[in-house]
């Protein structure tokens, strides 16, 4: 079984940066996708990034140019970087592996962490 445990949310200021990571446990043999999701208070989870193995990346438009997801893949630890950060980024996020271990595929979520950006 894959385990995520996402950490780096926080408080920070309008304009302010974080970096989200996940890291993943478990024998992985490879990545087949990565996202990064969140969900704000009463409403639905979106989509922010995702990557695939082939090399596809796509982000939401309200997220372009200013957050960037990637991958350690000796840590095998997803980030996401979030600069020019906006009130309206509120929410807890979620990364999300798709992939392959010695027991089968997998698709797995992390437990979220909470960012919050407020004056």
């Known amino acids: 079984q894959v385990q995520l445990m996402e950490s780096g949310g926080a408080l920070v200021q309008p304009g302010g940066s974080l970096r989200l990571s996940c890291a993943a446990s478990g024998r992985i043999f490879s990545i087949k996708a990565m996202g990064w999701y969140r969900q704000a208070p009463g409403k639905q989870r979106e989509l922010v990034a995702t990557n695939t193995r082939g090399g596809s990346t796509n982000y939401a438009d309200s997220v372009k140019g200013r957050f960037t997801i990637s991958r350690d893949g000796t840590q095998n630890t997803v980030y996401l970087q979030m600069n020019s950060l906006k009130p309206e980024d509120t929410a807890v996020y979620y990364c999300?592996?798709?992939?392959?271990?010695?027991?089968?595929?997998?698709?797995?979520w992390g437990q979220g962490t909470q960012v919050t950006v407020s004056s």
């Open positions: 999300n592996l798709e992939g392959v271990t010695n027991w089968g595929d997998f698709n797995s």
